[in-house]
T-cell receptor, first 114, second 113 residues
């Protein structure tokens, strides 16, 4: 079975500050990991994915995430927050073979203060 | 850029009524999914569909739920007799074989009264 834990249901940062959204996973097989973003009244948009290649993954809008097997983590970062980054962020895991359904974390709502 | 579309954006129904939620996946995708998100909770997998049959379903997807691909473009989720606890945002997603990422639609908000 797989699971995802996102620490912090709400994170608030100032514009220009570092964004750090935490994701820890549990998986009995090597995981594939994703970060999705959900803007108000919109669907889920893929930010980035980890698929066992490079452990540091770059995504859209300046976001990146690092896969750390020893810590079972896949934290999302952005060096400088922008007002437009305000949204809900979901970490998700799946397995590389067999079932491809995504298991999501509970989400982190990011607020960016001017 | 191709995208997944869903209709309606918001559906209000009375308890016990049947509802059909509609999705148009990206045209060359072959795997289709339904997820739901109860307000304030995490996104949960319901069912996956490939080659005109269910490939996987969760415990949530009981006999009240069914999926269908009635033609070459639509993918539907039917709830036969809605319950209050079915109120949620329902997301459709699709992907191509050999590609990991799923592309999500904007969702249908179902309100059961």
């Amino acid at each position: 079975a797989q699971s995802v834990t996102q620490l912090g249901s709400h994170v608030s940062v100032s514009e220009g500050a570092l964004v750090l959204l935490r994701c820890n996973y549990s998986s009995s097989v090597p995981p594939y990991l994703f970060w999705y973003v959900q803007y108000p009244n919109q669907g889920l948009q893929l930010l980035l994915k980890y698929t066992s290649a490079a452990t540091l993954v770059k995504g859209i809008n300046g976001f990146e995430a690092e896969f750390k097997k020893s810590e079972t983590s896949f934290h999302l970062t952005k060096p400088s927050a922008h007002m437009s980054d305000a949204a809900e962020y979901f970490c998700a895991v799946t397995e590389p073979t067999g079932r491809r359904a995504l298991t999501f974390g509970s989400g982190t709502r990011l607020q960016v203060q001017p | 850029e191709p995208e997944v579309t869903q209709t309606p954006s918001h559906q209000v129904t009375q308890m016990g009524q049947e509802v059909i939620l509609r999705c148009v996946p990206i045209s060359n995708h072959l795997y289709f999914y339904w997820y739901r998100q109860i307000l304030g909770q995490k996104v949960e997998f319901l069912v996956s569909f490939y080659n005109n049959e269910i490939s996987e379903k969760s415990e949530i997807f009981d006999d009240q739920f069914s999926v269908e691909r009635p033609d070459g473009s639509n993918f539907t989720l039917k709830i036969r007799s809605t319950k209050l606890e079915d109120s949620a945002m329902y997301f459709c997603a699709s992907r191509n074989p050999g590609v990991l990422e799923q592309y999500f639609g904007p969702g249908t908000r179902l309100t059961v009264t």
